[in-house]
Structure formats: structure tokens, C-alpha cells
């Protein structure tokens, strides 16, 4: 069991890493660099397919977890999701008043505030249950 | 909720790290539960009364606010 947990937690983590590996350089590459659209199409599902991976083995080191820690990722998730939202929300009413800077919250921006609210609420709720 | 997770390891002489090991949960954990930060499910708390030798009753007791 022990050794299952071992693992699980590896398998997230190494899967993380290889997202991040593939994420950026494809960032990189759609921005710096001209390819034709179907290349420029493999390119951006490469992160994908590699995040999706990551998510699996998310969703499987979590299943292992012990009820403490499930709650610590619950609670964090609860608040990144909810921080994320009202983001979009506070977004998309700024835009109707025609206030917006893309340079500060475009979707990369987002989804930088998406996984930084993640890691507040990961912080909350280590200190709430002392973990 | 109080708890005398502390009181039945000193009787046993063992740490969390020794408890946590049995009942198949993290030190940090154990740690949360003893001093009140999370209440266990009743499968954690069966399973620390068994290991214990005691009932679950003896090792968690409702307080009046609960």
C-alpha cells in the first residue's frame, strides 16, 4: 500500500515535469517560430496529450491518498476553482465596460492564475489541518 | 471532538510515526487528528481502536458544542 503511494505521488510528479517540459518549448515555438498550420496544430497537442497523462495519474495519486491529504486537495482545488472563477467573472464584466489588458490576463496569464490559486489554496489548507 | 490518541500511544510507547505506519496513513496525519484539526472517518477510527486494543468511544469523545 505504502509502496503504492510511493509510486502514484512519483508518477504525478514525473508526469508534471514532462508537461511542463513540453508546455513551454511549445509556447515557444508557436510564438517565435512560423510553421504551417498542421505542424502548429501537432505542436499544441503535444502539452496536451502530455497534461492530459498528467491528469490521469493526478486523479490516481489522489485515489491513494490518505483521508487527510484527500481533504488538504480538495479544500485546495474548492478554492483555486473558486478564486479562477471569479477572476473570469471580474474579466469578463471589466470587458464589458470596455476595460481589458491582455497583456496582463490573457488565456496564458489565466492559466498561470489558475494553478497559482491552486498552490493559495494547497498553502490554506496545510495550515488549517497542520500538514 | 476530543480525542486520547496521545495517551493511548504513551501507553504503548509508540510515536506517531509508529501508529501512522500501522494504521496506513501519513505521520502528518496522525498528527492532524490528534490534536483536533481533522475528525477521522469511522473506518480510521475503528482501525485505531483496534490496534489499540480499545473502543473507539475510549479514544474519541464528543464535546458540548458538537
Known amino acids: 500500500m505504502e509502496q503504492s503511494k510511493k509510486i502514484a ?6 508526469f508534471a515535469l514532462i508537461y511542463g517540459a513540453t508546455y513551454l518549448p511549445a509556447v515557444w515555438l508557436l510564438k517565435h517560430r512560423v510553421f504551417g498550420q498542421p505542424i502548429s496544430i501537432i505542436i499544441a497537442i503535444v502539452p496536451i496529450i502530455a497534461f492530459s497523462i ?3 495519474k493526478l486523479i490516481k495519486a ?17 478554492i483555486g476553482f473558486s478564486l479562477t472563477a471569479m477572476l473570469v467573472m471580474i474579466l469578463f464584466l471589466l470587458s464589458l465596460c470596455d476595460i481589458s489588458n491582455p497583456g496582463w490576463f490573457g488565456y496564458a496569464n489565466l492559466l498561470g492564475y489558475c494553478w497559482l490559486f491552486y498552490f493559495v489554496g494547497w498553502f490554506i489548507s496545510k495550515k488549517k489541518y497542520g500538514i | 471532538m476530543k480525542n486520547t490518541i496521545k495517551v493511548e500511544r504513551a501507553k504503548k510507547n509508540w510515536t506517531q ?8 496513513i501519513s505521520r502528518q ?9 481533522f475528525i477521522p472517518s469511522t473506518v480510521l477510527a475503528l482501525k485505531m481502536a483496534e490496534v489499540f486494543g480499545v473502543t473507539v468511544e475510549s479514544i474519541f469523545q464528543l464535546e458540548k458544542q458538537d
Open chain 2, 29 to 37: 496525519s496522525i498528527n492532524s487528528i490528534e490534536t483536533g484539526k
Open chain 1, 54 to 56: 498528467f491528469i490521469l
Open chain 1, 62 to 78: 489522489f485515489s491513494v491518498m490518505d483521508e487527510v491529504k484527500q481533504r488538504v486537495q480538495l479544500e485546495a482545488v474548492v
Open chain 2, 17 to 24: 510515526e509508529d501508529l501512522a505506519r500501522q494504521i496506513g
Open chain 1, 9 to 14: 505521488n512519483r508518477n504525478s510528479i514525473i
